[in-house]
């Protein structure tokens, strides 16, 4: 197919790090955030305070939760699947792709960079 699979695979190892860096830097910005908010209201409060990053159990606070939505891509699409009984019937529950002009050479190669 002309696609050199060991080249992309390794193209898509390292965009998968520089998106955790990515997250690591948003998460600890986020959790300076979190403490510079959290000193400043016991500041303004008139309390003194102590500040930690880490809870009675040893184990590191989440800052706020937003990390995952700053680094979530915008032209990504979610579907979230649950216990919810009340979906709507109107919309369908499969989409049929007719891929009959589609070679088995092309079929293989994309399943093989899905993998």
Same mark, same amino acid.
């Given at each position: 197919t002309?696609? !050199?699979?060991a080249?992309?695979? +390794?193209?898509?190892?390292?965009?998968?790090?520089?998106? #955790?860096?990515? =997250?690591?830097?948003?998460?600890?910005k986020?959790?300076?955030?979190?403490?510079?908010?959290?000193?400043?209201?016991?500041?303004?409060?008139?309390?003194?305070?102590?500040? +930690?990053?880490?809870?009675? +159990?040893?184990?590191?606070?989440?800052?706020?939760?937003?990390?995952?939505?700053?680094? =979530?891509?915008? /032209?990504?699409?979610?579907?979230?699947?649950?216990?919810? #009984?009340?979906? !709507?019937?109107?919309?369908?529950?499969? @989409? @049929?792709?007719?891929?009959?002009?589609? /070679?088995?050479? !092309?079929t293989?190669?994309?399943?093989?960079?899905?993998?």
């Amino acid at each position: 197919t002309g696609v !050199d699979v060991a080249k992309l695979l +390794s193209h898509k190892k390292k965009l998968e790090a520089k998106r #955790l860096r990515k =997250e690591k830097k948003a998460a600890k910005k986020a959790k300076k955030e979190a403490k510079k908010r959290a000193k400043e209201a016991a500041r303004t409060m008139g309390e003194e305070q102590q500040v +930690s990053d880490t809870d009675e +159990s040893g184990e590191e606070a989440e800052a706020n939760g937003d990390v995952h939505k700053l680094s =979530e891509p915008n /032209n990504v699409a979610r579907v979230e699947v649950g216990p919810n #009984l009340d979906t !709507d019937t109107a919309l369908p529950r499969a @989409i @049929i792709l007719d891929l009959s002009p589609v /070679n088995f050479l !092309d079929t293989v190669g994309v399943k093989t960079l899905r993998n």
